[in-house]
């Protein structure tokens, strides 16, 4: 951990001398496995199919790449070659 947040974010850490930093509390805050993130993140990788068994419509990742082409060219007015 103090590798990841020294080269990442570029500030010291020492997680063995110092278990109550804050970077390595919220650390630990985000990994903490419990049985009801297990159960939400089974639910989001199912979605696509409970939706499609339930007769719910998914939205295509296509529609959201164009609204959001949409949005650079309406903020811009123009759009980059790369996209």
């Known amino acids: 951990m103090d590798v990841i947040a020294s080269t990442a974010f570029g500030i010291e850490v020492d997680s063995h001398n110092d278990p109550n930093n804050q970077f390595v509390q919220n650390g630990k805050e985000i990994f903490k496995f419990s049985f009801a993130s297990a159960r939400i993140l089974i639910m989001c990788k199912c979605y696509s199919v409970l939706c499609l068994f339930v007769h719910i419509p998914v939205i295509n990742l296509c529609t ?8 650079i060219v309406g903020s811009t007015g123009q759009i980059s070659p790369s996209q």
């Open 64 to 71: 959201v790449r164009g609204v959001v082409k949409l949005l």
